[in-house]
């Protein structure tokens, strides 16, 4: 086996020990934990931003974004959140369990029934890295063209849900929805997949649902 191979099942034999601790903490504070993974701009924070809004005063929210430079996603959330932690990866292109760790010691998980994850904005790497959440949200938008999920294939496949955003401009792009559907049920034929247009609302009462009887089963799971 190569030198480089060596390394990189190393480094994440690391990562997945660190995300195990990270789960186990979650489960005993019954924290049902979503990592969301999407592109850049497909709408990852602009959805964050009305769930949070929407969930205020039912659910007790809070939020870790992972960016590469700026705060922008965070300030954007803490409009409607007053826990949101921002993770700056510098040249990293997606988020690592250490990164979680060091951010959940700003959050006080006394308060929190789910925590969300903004994972930096890219479908391939943030895959391979578990963070120690319960589930992993892919998400798409019609403007980047019906052929991603096949493209993406992992991200599909471990996906525990799905969303494709952006519903609202359909009449506008050339998107074959049922292209984009047959290959998202080849790859995962069970996760449900949200239709949403996050910015008229359009679609997201039932990913709403989804995320309350998340929490509602993760509240009851034992620890
Ligand atoms: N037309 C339309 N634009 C959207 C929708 N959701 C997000 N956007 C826009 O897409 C751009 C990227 O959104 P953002 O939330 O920053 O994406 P992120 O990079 O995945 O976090 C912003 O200009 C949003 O206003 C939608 O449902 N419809
Ligand atoms: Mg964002
Ligand atoms: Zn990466």
């Given at each position: ?47 964050l931003e009305?769930t949070l809004k ?7 929210l ?18 409607f959140c ?142």
């Amino acid at each position: 086996m190569s030198r480089e191979v060596t390394i990189v099942e190393n480094v994440l034999r690391v990562n997945d020990e660190l995300a195990g601790m990270i789960r186990r903490e979650l489960a005993t504070r019954r924290i049902f934990t979503v990592n969301l993974i999407g592109a850049p701009g497909c709408g990852k924070t602009a959805l964050l931003e009305r769930t949070l809004k929407e969930l205020a005063g039912q659910l007790r929210l809070a939020v870790m974004v992972g960016d590469l430079a700026t705060a922008r996603d965070a300030q954007r959330m803490a409009a409607f959140c007053d826990q949101v932690v921002q993770i700056n990866t510098g040249k990293g292109c997606h988020l690592e369990a250490n990164h979680v760790h060091q951010a959940l010691s700003r959050i006080d998980l006394g308060r929190v029934d789910i925590l969300f994850i903004e994972n930096v904005g890219n479908l391939i790497c943030p895959v391979a890295f578990d963070l120690g959440q319960d589930v992993k949200v892919g998400m798409f938008s019609v403007t980047e063209g019906d052929d991603k999920p096949a493209k993406h294939p992992y991200i599909v496949a471990e996906s525990a849900a799905m969303i494709l955003n952006k519903t609202d401009l359909l009449p506008y792009v050339p998107f074959r929805k049922e292209i984009f559907m047959e290959d998202v049920r080849r790859l995962n034929s069970k996760a449900p997949l949200f239709e949403l247009s996050v910015t008229k609302g359009d679609g997201c009462d039932s990913w709403l649902n989804w995320l309350k009887q998340g929490r509602a089963a993760k509240a009851q799971a034992r620890a």
